[in-house]
């Protein structure tokens, strides 16, 4: 089956850029997903990209996708102490429909 | 109502016991997920429900689960004989349409088994 893995610990400097990687092995997978889960609270839908796209911008967001090495990539520019969280690289598959999820990159913000 | 809500928030529990979670999904939504979310994971599928109809339970770990969703609309999650390795956050989602829409996330439920 599907598998997706994540560094599991990234720290910047608070205005500084993150970025946050992310392999998959399923080259059939159609929509990639980045969600951000903060501490006691639920998933967020950040952003997606569907598989026939490399690249998406959304304000201070860039999603990055290499379809020959299965990598997607998520940036943040200007990094704030807001975004401190987990964040989750989930795919989905096509014909099927659960999202399967890497393990979650923890992003600490230095002030 | 305006997200997906799920009762209760957090659930503790002897070991052995029988528990119920629920899922109240988007209004209208069709779709609707339970995934299992252990310490330091991701979240895991469990089931999947396309109305009232389970449409793929591959994800659930043994028997001893089973998820209802009589009218196509709440859900709930039922674990049998619970063991001390079920404790986890149980998320719920729901979408409007099966695949690739946005499956929209409840805040969860902690379930601990003591």
């Known amino acids: 089956g599907e598998d997706v893995e994540q560094s599991l610990f990234l720290s910047v400097r608070e205005g500084d850029s993150s970025v946050i990687n992310c392999t998959y092995t399923?080259?059939?997978?159609?929509?990639l997903y980045w969600y951000k889960q903060e501490p006691g609270a639920g998933l967020q839908l950040l952003t997606y990209?569907?598989?026939?796209?490399d690249m998406k911008q959304d304000q201070r967001l860039t999603v990055l996708l290499n379809k020959k090495d299965k990598h997607l990539s998520l940036r943040i520019a200007d990094t704030q102490t807001g975004d401190s969280a987990i964040y989750f690289c989930a795919v989905l598959n096509s014909g099927n429909t659960p999202l399967v999820f890497g393990k979650g990159t923890r992003l600490s913000v230095i002030a | 109502g305006a997200g997906v809500s799920q009762t209760p928030s957090n659930k503790v529990t002897e070991k052995g016991k029988y528990v119920e979670l629920r899922c109240d999904p988007i209004s209208g939504h069709t779709a609707l997920y339970w995934y299992r979310q252990s310490l330091g994971q991701g979240p895991e599928f469990l089931i999947y429900f396309q109305g009232t109809g389970a449409a793929d339970d591959s994800g659930l770990p043994n028997d001893r689960f089973f998820a209802v969703r009589p009218e196509g609309s709440v859900s709930t999650l039922k674990i049998q004989r619970t063991e001390r390795g079920d404790s986890a956050v149980y998320l719920c989602?729901?979408?409007?349409?099966?695949?690739?829409?946005?499956?929209?996330f409840g805040p969860g439920t902690r379930l601990t088994v003591l």
């Open positions: 990209i569907f598989s026939n796209m």
């Open positions: 399923d080259s059939s997978s159609t929509y």
């Open positions: 989602a729901s979408s409007s349409l099966a695949g690739g829409d946005e499956q929209f």
